[in-house]
């Protein structure tokens, strides 16, 4: 098997493991390969967009989802680390209102599915990383919203310690939503920038 899959407390987070290859010349794996992800998932998802940035140490993304649109994303480090979170705002999830993290870096060379409907953020821990997600639909800016990274409902406890100062957020991350506004029938509808 090409992926060693582990499930989360977050119901359809999975935590994907690749099988490297390495000797004293370096390593080589496969970072996706649709046939054998659907094997190990069992899921059948068309990634549709690729994408890649790059974030100094204490940059703090998101919570970010789709209102429509809804993206699920394969999610991973190729340089440097993060704390990488997915928050359940799916109402009719049986996980509602839970969150789960994990350190994703390019040294453990783990990845995190992240299905449609959660929403997903990172913060930095190393002095600098790259971040690389496909996703399952196409980025729709006047349906993206950004949960609040600190909202006391959700209760995240983000590696802060790690930090030198406090984490450094986009303007619309610092005026995102509160759990309970994100999940109420009608989100108000104002759209974002571009941020992964």
């Known amino acids: 098997m090409p992926y060693q899959v582990t499930t989360t407390p977050i119901d359809g987070v999975l935590v994907l493991e690749p099988k490297v290859f390495g000797d004293t010349r370096g390593f080589f794996f496969e970072s996706f390969n649709a046939r054998d992800f659907e094997q190990a998932?069992?899921?059948?998802?068309?990634?549709v967009q690729d994408n890649?940035?790059?974030?100094?140490?204490?940059?703090?993304r998101g919570l970010h989802y789709q209102t429509q649109h809804a993206q699920g994303k394969l999610v991973r480090v190729t340089q440097g680390s993060v704390f990488d979170v997915a928050?359940?705002?799916?109402?009719?999830s049986k996980t509602f209102g839970k969150w789960f993290g994990l350190e994703l870096s390019a040294e453990n060379?783990?990845?995190l599915w992240i299905p449609e409907g959660l929403a997903h953020g990172f913060l930095v821990?190393?002095?600098?990383?790259?971040?690389?997600y496909k996703t399952t639909d196409y980025y729709h800016p006047e349906f993206e919203r950004s949960l609040l990274w600190n909202d006391p409902a959700i209760?995240?406890?983000?590696?802060?310690?790690?930090?030198?100062?406090?984490?450094?957020?986009?303007?619309?991350?610092?005026?995102a939503l509160t759990f309970a506004s994100a999940t109420a029938p009608s989100t108000p509808s104002t759209p974002a920038a571009p941020n992964c």
Request: proline content about 7%; cysteine-free; charged content about 25%.
């Open 41 to 47: 998932t069992g899921l059948q998802r068309n990634f």
């Open 125 to 132: 821990t190393s002095e600098s990383a790259e971040f690389l």
């Open 87 to 92: 928050a359940d705002i799916r109402p009719n």
């Open 109 to 111: 060379k783990k990845q």
């Open 155 to 175: 209760g995240i406890e983000w590696p802060l310690h790690r930090l030198d100062a406090p984490p450094l957020l986009a303007a619309k991350d610092v005026a």
């Open 52 to 60: 890649h940035s790059k974030s100094a140490k204490g940059v703090l």
